[in-house]
Structure formats: C-alpha cells, structure tokens
C-alpha cells in the first residue's frame, strides 16, 4: 500500500536509517495512537504474540485485490491475531478491469468477516498496470455493496493526491475528485501520507481522518523498508495513527464493525 509515486517531494539519498520511521517521532506521536499495523501474505508473521506486546492494538490484512486474487495468509492469520488479543480488519486492493459490485462480492467472500471485522477499500493507483486502477465509479459501487451487504460502510484507504483528482509524480491521477457528496466520503478517511502531518483530501475536510498511515515497508524500495521491526514477531509492516487513544480505538472498532 501507498507506493512511493505518493511523495510530494523526490527522495533524498539520505540513507534509509536514518528516517524516522518507527518509533514515531514525538510530532507524530501527539497526534494520535500509534497501535495500528497493516500487512500482507508479504509479510513473514513468526509470532502475533509478539506484535501484540510490541503495544500494537489492531492488525488491518490484505484480503483480496480485483475479483480474482485472493491473500493465501489472512484466513489462517486472523485466528492468530485475535487469539494473541489483536483487533482484526481486512482490506481489498481496488482495481479497474471489473465492476466495484463484484469485487466487493468477492472481497466479502474471501475475507469471512465477523462482527469484529473492520472492513477497508484501498483506493490508490495500480502501481504494477496504472491503465487497470480503480475508477471513482467502481469504488462507489463497491463501498454502496460492502454497506448492503453488511450494513457497514468500509473505511477508504486514499492518498490525498489521488483523492483530489491532482496529478501524482509519475503524472498518473484518478481522472477524478471525490466530492463530499460522494458515499465515499462517509466512510472514515484512512489517509496515506509519508509526511510530518497527514494532508485532508478536500470530501474529507469536515470529518478529519481516523487512520493515518505515516510509513509503508511491505516492499523493498520504500524509504521505510527494514525500519519499522520495533514491532516484533514479524519482519515489516505498514504503520498507522488511529486519531484518538487506546479507549477510542476499542470503541470505533466496534462501531464500525
């Protein structure tokens, strides 16, 4: 999740410990709870034990991408995680060669949530085929699914590039802005931005974000990468803000599953 074409300014050569990544700095710290990890069957999970005692809260896992792939790790792993004492949610990679209702059906499907389940859609560009990204349209379709068949609505993870229609670095952009009329906009904002505070996307500015997500390391090649392992009993792991403490947390967990 959020590649690095998400920067708004170049990367240095700075060499890559010396990015503040995890813990988090103080700036970041005052500005939420840093209890939240996602990840991926990339990620080489040896103990949810450990991640538990690293003081991580809640785990978000890939479950599926467009209407074919599924992730071979979460079904196993969520029974892991919530044993260890772990809060459990499942995201699906948005795409754009099928309909958002139908990736929704089979995010749904692959994913088996449960009431504890927070529910996420990764809107963000196909980084591998950006001609095969998730158009406003099917993330629409797919959040108004997800609501029907749940009656919930899922969290969208966005960049606030993406999310404003503006173009990435790579000159790529959703070829659209999502509005504050837009049902995306009433679902809790998971903000993607590597910064020292996270930007609002524009249908976002009255409710503010409840995820942030100020470090990406599921890959090789993102300045984060190999630096976030003080979260033990794994080898890398996105990293998130929850905006509140650890009380809220438990409670918009719940109410949002």
């Not at 450990?50 to 890939?62: D, G, Y």
């Not at 009433?186 to 505070?197: E, F, N, T």
């Not at 009255?206 to 090789?220: F, K, P, T």
Request: charged residues 15%; aromatic residues 10%.
């Amino acid at each position: 999740m959020a590649p690095d074409q998400y920067q708004q300014t170049p990367p240095t050569q700075t060499p890559p410990a010396q990015y503040p990544i995890a813990p988090a700095p103080p700036s970041r710290a005052i500005q939420g709870l840093d209890a939240v990890i996602d990840i991926s069957a990339n990620t080489t999970v040896s103990d949810f034990r450990l991640v538990r005692k690293s003081n991580i809260l809640a785990v978000i896992h890939k479950a599926s991408e467009g209407d074919f792939y599924a992730d071979p790790a979460c079904a196993a792993r969520r029974a892991q995680a919530q044993a260890a004492g772990l809060l459990w949610g499942t995201y699906h990679f948005g795409k754009g060669d099928s309909p958002g209702a139908q990736q929704a059906a089979f995010f749904l499907d692959s994913s088996q949530p449960d009431p504890r389940t927070l529910l996420a859609l990764d809107l963000e560009a196909n980084a591998g085929d950006p001609s095969n990204s998730m158009t406003l349209e099917q993330a629409e379709a797919f959040v108004q699914a997800v609501a029907s068949a749940t009656g919930r609505l899922p969290l969208v993870y966005v960049h606030p590039t993406w999310a404003n229609g503006d173009p990435l670095l790579s000159g790529l952009s959703f070829g659209a802005r999502v509005t504050p009329d837009s049902i995306l906009a009433r679902c809790g904002l998971w903000v993607a931005d590597y910064h020292d505070s996270p930007e609002i996307p524009l249908a976002w500015a009255a409710s503010g974000w409840r995820l942030w997500q100020y470090a990406g390391d599921e890959y090789a090649g993102h300045r984060a990468y190999g630096h976030t392992t003080i979260v033990q009993g794994l080898d890398r792991c996105d990293r998130n803000l929850f905006n509140g403490d650890a009380a809220a947390l438990y409670r918009f967990w719940n109410a949002a599953s």
